[in-house]
């Protein structure tokens, strides 16, 4: 596999784990075969998986094709070019299978191979799944990463909601281009299909900077959710590393209403990590809406787990 695939898979897992937190959507039946797939995993060594047993033919077929494909010498290890029939029989496999392990296996395979020649082809095979699925977003994702605005464009065309997250794949890859053709979009258009959230997830995965100029460009363009989008720029800063480095990243931000919105996200995340830091924290701040709920959320926190010690700061 190409390292650029490894990279754009990589940032798909993230970016639709975000996704499904931002866009507030209902859980889907994958989720289920999941958790399945986490429990079969667990008991893997007294009770294996069909896909793992010497005489299951299905198994044979679903990694067939790709190890036939792969090619000697110097082409060793990389997946040669599939032809449609063989694109084809990975989605009867695809709709064969029976378990989350062979699921995730030819599932792999299509992403595996995917190139914008082949992607309406490789969509047909995975048309049948939810929409909501993260088998679905992914596929979306990397196909936005890999094709642009071809990706994109496609999805207008389409009934299934999948514009968003192939946006999102293009934004991570090559911001300033997924960025060009948002800003050419109709205002309609840009608040429809949820557009910004896709360009803000993807923008997140490229540069957290270039997430927060968008947010505020939001802002400046009289957008009602810039401060939401803004929050979510801050939840995935607060995953990638520690409440003391998103304390100094909300800090330094322009002042003003998206600071706040940082600075309030920060608050509550540092505050259950360690109340007395973020207090300390808090009193550094300016003046301003962000300071007053860094302050609250702070102390409320410390009161909760030290009560004495609360009061005594707060009387001295």
């Not at 997946?79 to 030819?106: C, M, N, W, Y």
Request: no cysteine.
């Amino acid at each position: 596999m190409k390292k650029s695939h490894l990279v754009h898979l990589f940032w798909a897992l993230v970016a639709v784990a975000a996704f499904a937190i931002g866009s507030n959507k209902s859980p889907s039946k994958n989720n289920e075969e999941s958790a399945n797939a986490e429990k079969q995993d667990a008991l893997g060594s007294s009770l294996p998986n069909r896909s793992d047993r010497p005489n299951s033919n299905r198994s044979g077929k679903a990694r067939s094709i790709t190890k036939n494909r792969q090619g000697t010498g110097a082409e060793e290890g990389k997946f040669a070019k599939l032809s449609e029939s063989e694109i084809r029989q990975i989605g009867i496999d695809l709709k064969a299978t029976k378990t989350p392990l062979e699921r995730r296996e030819l599932f792999s395979q299509i992403l595996a191979n995917l190139t914008p020649e082949n992607a309406k082809l490789m969509r047909e095979q995975i048309i049948h799944l939810d929409s909501n699925s993260s088998e679905f977003r992914d596929f979306h994702y990397q196909w936005g990463a890999i094709a642009g605005e071809e990706a994109v464009v496609n999805g207008a065309e389409t009934p299934e909601r999948d514009m968003a997250t192939t946006l999102a794949g293009w934004a991570a890859s090559n911001p300033d281009a997924a960025l060009t053709y948002f800003n050419g979009l109709e205002p309609d258009a840009q608040n429809g299909s949820g557009m910004k959230w896709g360009a803000v997830y993807g923008l997140i995965a490229a540069d957290p900077n270039l997430a927060v100029r968008f947010t505020m460009d939001r802002q400046q363009a009289g957008d009602k959710e810039a401060s939401r989008l803004m929050d979510l720029v801050t939840r995935q800063v607060i995953k990638s590393g520690n409440p003391v480095e998103a304390a100094n990243w909300a800090t330094a931000l322009p002042s003003g209403e998206m600071q706040d919105t940082a600075i309030r996200r920060v608050a509550e995340e540092y505050a259950e990590d360690d109340p007395v830091a973020a207090l300390d924290w808090a009193n550094t701040l300016p003046q301003g809406n962000g300071k007053n709920r860094a302050m609250r959320e702070s102390f409320s926190e410390w009161a909760r787990e030290n009560p004495q010690a609360a009061a005594d700061r707060l009387g001295s």
